[in-house]
């Protein structure tokens, strides 16, 4: 029942926004720093969404801000509809969260932990313990004290800790963070599992390749300001393009190539040319550049267009700001 934990005073018809987060000119200062700056995100709901960032970008502190752990200076923000702070309450009932790192009572069991957790929320919190263990995949470590836990179960009984309030709304600050590469995996995969049930999943990670492997859509932030955001693919889409060529003369072909109007930016390796098409070109572009290139004698062994990452995509965007200002 979704309405259960609405108490009679709640906004019960804010809640059918399509944005699991919303946020409007939100801004946090420090003093002369601004660590998040003027930002407008829209998280859908039912997405793995990444806030995508290097350290001291301001990831942290936006979800602090939006947890209501610190104040925000300006702007207006809402979960699952909800604005807050004004419904924080009941937007928070359905939000489960982990930032930093998840802290718990070493002596105690991840079960004890989880106990007097629930003890803190509704009735039927404690009803969830198992199936969360279980969800987790900590079921058989759950009588074992934290303390002698792996920083990867740590992370799995803070998502745990989370689901004890059935959320909708996942928050988790940096969930790969210390973890090996078996433990991102299973991270990983328990975030994809989430929002397979409907639930939708906010991360922030400075880790780009982690990003792209969980995410549906992503936030980039630098210095507090989102740059871009959308579905990976739509902002991929929006990369430049690069084409491979491997050819007789590299030198000539560039010459060649540099004459006409592809606009393109062009750098000579050993075999041939690396060519970085601007965005949105066209396949007929590639087709254009075996052209020019064979009616002018020269030979062309190989034409191959390199999928951007969201790494290189996202050192296109980022340096660029880094060295202008
Ligand atoms: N409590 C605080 N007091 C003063 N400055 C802070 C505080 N918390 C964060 N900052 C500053 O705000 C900026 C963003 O920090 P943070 O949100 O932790 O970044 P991220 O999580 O992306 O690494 C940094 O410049 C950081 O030094
Ligand atoms: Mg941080």
Request: aromatic share 4%; glycine share 10%; proline share 4%.
């Amino acid at each position: 029942m979704t309405t259960s934990v609405l108490d009679d005073q709640s906004p019960v018809n804010l809640s059918d926004s399509p944005w699991a987060v919303e946020t409007h000119g939100l801004t946090k200062r420090f003093g002369d720093n601004v660590a998040v700056d003027d930002v407008e995100l829209l998280v859908p709901r039912g997405c793995a969404f990444g806030y995508l960032g290097p350290n001291g970008a301001g990831k942290t502190t936006l979800i602090r801000v939006l947890l209501g752990l610190t104040h925000a200076d300006a702007g207006t923000m809402s979960l699952l509809g909800y604005p807050v702070p004004r419904h924080r309450d009941v937007a928070l009932a359905r939000v489960g969260a982990i930032v930093d790192e998840p802290r718990f009572h070493g002596h105690l069991t991840g079960r004890q932990n989880l106990e007097i957790l629930a003890a803190a929320r509704e009735r039927a919190a404690r009803g969830r313990i198992d199936g969360s263990l279980e969800r987790v995949g900590m079921t058989h470590r759950a009588d074992d004290r934290v303390s002698k836990y792996s920083m990867g179960m740590r992370q799995r009984l803070g998502v745990a800790a989370c689901l004890l309030g059935d959320p909708q709304l996942l928050i988790l600050d940096e969930p790969m963070n210390g973890l090996d590469p078996a433990g991102m995996h299973e991270m990983r995969d328990m975030i994809l599992s989430l929002v397979s049930e409907g639930r939708t999943v906010m991360l922030s990670s400075h880790l780009l390749d982690e990003v792209e492997r969980t995410c549906d859509a992503v936030a980039i932030v630098d210095n507090g300001k989102v740059i871009r955001q959308g579905p990976i693919s739509e902002l991929l889409a929006g990369a430049s393009v690069e084409v491979n060529v491997e050819c007789s003369s590299p030198e000539r072909a560039r010459t060649i190539l540099s004459a006409t109007a592809l606009g393109a930016q062009i750098d000579v390796e050993t075999s041939g040319l690396s060519i970085h098409l601007a965005a949105g070109t066209g396949r007929d572009a590639i087709a254009e550049i075996n052209r020019l290139l064979v009616e002018d004698g020269i030979a062309v062994y190989r034409l191959q267009e390199v999928q951007v990452s969201l790494e290189s995509w996202f050192l296109q965007v980022t340096s660029r700001l880094g060295e202008s200002e």
